[in-house]
């Protein structure tokens, strides 16, 4: 998945020393980013290759050691450098530039939507010693905004409950999915979801394994669980334009190793959903 990086280090510690021209400068548009290409493989350029000035960029995340800093994109690109877009960005390899530049995507949304105090409106401050906005007048703080959500592999024997979205841009198989509402435990979350999207009863919860999906704020549970009672699907038709029971020996092999949905559904093709 997108944030299995290893040997390489992700180092999320909280810094405020300044950038030095070796850091690597993660310039940041509306929704493109500046990355240097070699062949078909993306790297994160440091300062000194752009030419950047260092004085004004913000400290985000260490990769292999190296300080990771928010700063703005040139106006022009030395030969080799080139713009990637938000939803291209998934299919960047490898796959730790891919990870440290949707954290980085994540984090500048987070900053720049906590410019100003929700409570007062006075201008927000870095903190001094954690992650967060401080207001100086009123003292609210603010942390990165993360947002539970599920990701629900339905199984009936050897059949996968499968969908697709309705009205988005991803028209590719999907699992249930949707974020933990105020007052549910994630258990409550998957029985609401999978009732409310394909009408179904599902039990023998089990949780696999979560993910931080930077693109959408989220923090993902995936759980397997299977069918309670009768498999008739009623489909939701705000949120899917199709939900589907589909046979292991019928389900194609994922060719993304990105997502937590595709290593679930992978799982399930290959009969280890039991496994651990
Ligand atoms: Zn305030």
Known sequence: MIQDIAPHRFDRT???TPAAPSDFALCLGEDDMVLRQDGDQYYLPRFSELKLDCADARHLFALDGTGCYLTEPPTELPEGFVRVSGRELRQVRPMETAFAAATAAQLKRWYRDRSFCGRCGHPMEPGTTERAMVCPRCGLTEYPKLC???IVAVTDGDRL???RYA???YRGDALIAGFVEIG???EDTVHREVMEEVGLRVKNLRYYKSQPWAFTDTLLMGYYCELD????ITLDRSELREGFWQRRDEITPRDSDVSLTAEMVERFRLGKEKER
């Open 14 to 16: 909280y810094s405020l």
């Open 148 to 150: 539970p959500a599920v």
């Open 161 to 163: 409950l499968l969908t």
């Open 167 to 169: 009205g988005r841009p």
């Open 184 to 186: 549910e435990t994630v």
């Open 229 to 232: 009672g009768d498999g008739t």
